[in-house]
């Protein structure tokens, strides 16, 4: 068995007084792929943004529990320290900037890894994305919404990071553009990168991850290994 990179228990989560996550457990292993499937609204975002460190009381919302990097505690943390430990975060919405060319986007984003590797250089991201390396002089805002989400998850790995956060990547996308973001998922594990991602996808969820966890209002209602999960238990959830 793999260790255990990234670890959260009995975390609870807070926009004000309002608690959207109860008693959350979930392990990600070293070099491994999870998943996070949920409806709109049952609290996937908020669990990555308690996990960097983006719920605190500038913005009247906390964490409590334990959020563990590598056994370090992560909880009480601020962003820009949980991002240097090695985690790196793609929120929702392909946040580029649009004025910026896709090589600027890449070059900004550059950034050292742990113990200042830097794995992830711009000509090997390239390498893995194609499409942007002939896009590369092209201003962000014309770039296709496919392309933009490429470039998103290419502005992570420019992080050099051991941990991808990967949050609703394949929303709003044409199926063939979500089978390639998922070969390039399967290169990223390929080359150890550990990933964990939220879908509503539960394909692309299942073609890229081993393990899967279901959350329902704020809750985890089910972890299992992806390939062993019995397609009811998706159904039941999930509504398909
Ligand atoms: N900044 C916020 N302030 C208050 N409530 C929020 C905030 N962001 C999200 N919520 C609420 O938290 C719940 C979970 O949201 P979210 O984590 O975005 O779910 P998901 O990513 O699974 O769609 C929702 O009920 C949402 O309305
Ligand atoms: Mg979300």
Same mark, same amino acid.
């Given at each position: 068995? #793999?260790?255990?990179?990234?670890?959260?228990?009995?975390?609870?989560?807070?926009?004000?007084?309002?608690?959207?996550?109860?008693?959350?457990?979930?392990?990600?292993?070293?070099?491994?792929?999870?998943?996070?499937?949920?409806?709109?609204?049952?609290?996937?975002?908020?669990?990555?943004?308690?996990?960097?460190?983006?719920?605190?009381?500038?913005?009247?919302?906390?964490?409590?529990?334990?959020?563990?990097?590598?056994?370090?505690?992560?909880?009480?943390?601020?962003?820009?320290?949980?991002?240097?430990?090695?985690?790196?975060?793609?929120?929702?919405?392909?946040?580029?900037?649009?004025?910026?060319?896709?090589?600027?986007?890449?070059?900004? #984003?550059?950034?050292?890894?742990?113990?200042?590797?830097?794995?992830?250089?711009?000509?090997?991201?390239?390498?893995?994305?194609?499409?942007?390396?002939?896009?590369?002089?092209?201003?962000?805002?014309?770039?296709?919404?496919?392309?933009?989400?490429?470039?998103?998850?290419?502005?992570?790995?420019?992080?050099?990071?051991?941990?991808?956060?990967?949050?609703?990547?394949?929303?709003?996308?044409?199926?063939?553009?979500?089978?390639?973001?998922?070969?390039?998922?399967?290169?990223?594990?390929?080359?150890?990168?550990?990933?964990?991602? #939220?879908?509503?996808?539960?394909?692309?969820?299942?073609?890229?991850?081993?393990?899967?966890?279901?959350?329902?209002?704020?809750?985890?209602?089910?972890?299992?290994?992806?390939?062993?999960?019995?397609?009811?238990?998706? #159904?039941?959830?999930?509504?398909?």
């Amino acid at each position: 068995m #793999a260790q255990t990179i990234l670890e959260l228990r009995n975390v609870n989560s807070f926009y004000g007084e309002s608690q959207i996550l109860f008693d959350l457990n979930l392990q990600v292993p070293e070099a491994g792929s999870v998943c996070i499937l949920g409806r709109n609204g049952v609290g996937k975002s908020t669990t990555m943004k308690s996990i960097m460190g983006l719920l605190n009381p500038k913005n009247r919302s906390r964490v409590t529990g334990s959020i563990q990097y590598k056994g370090k505690e992560l909880v009480g943390a601020p962003s820009y320290q949980v991002a240097r430990t090695g985690i790196a975060y793609v929120p929702q919405g392909r946040h580029i900037f649009p004025t910026l060319t896709t090589k600027e986007n890449l070059l900004i #984003a550059e950034r050292r890894g742990e113990g200042g590797q830097q794995e992830w250089t711009i000509e090997r991201i390239y390498d893995l994305f194609p499409s942007l390396k002939a896009r590369e002089n092209f201003k962000g805002g014309r770039l296709s919404g496919g392309e933009q989400q490429m470039l998103t998850v290419a502005r992570g790995l420019m992080q050099n990071p051991r941990v991808l956060l990967l949050d609703e990547i394949t929303e709003g996308l044409a199926p063939i553009v979500v089978d390639e973001l998922g070969e390039i998922i399967n290169r990223l594990r390929e080359n150890n990168v550990t990933i964990l991602l #939220a879908e509503q996808n539960v394909n692309f969820a299942l073609a890229v991850s081993s393990q899967c966890y279901i959350m329902e209002k704020g809750s985890i209602v089910y972890h299992g290994s992806t390939k062993d999960t019995p397609k009811e238990v998706f #159904a039941q959830y999930l509504g398909l």
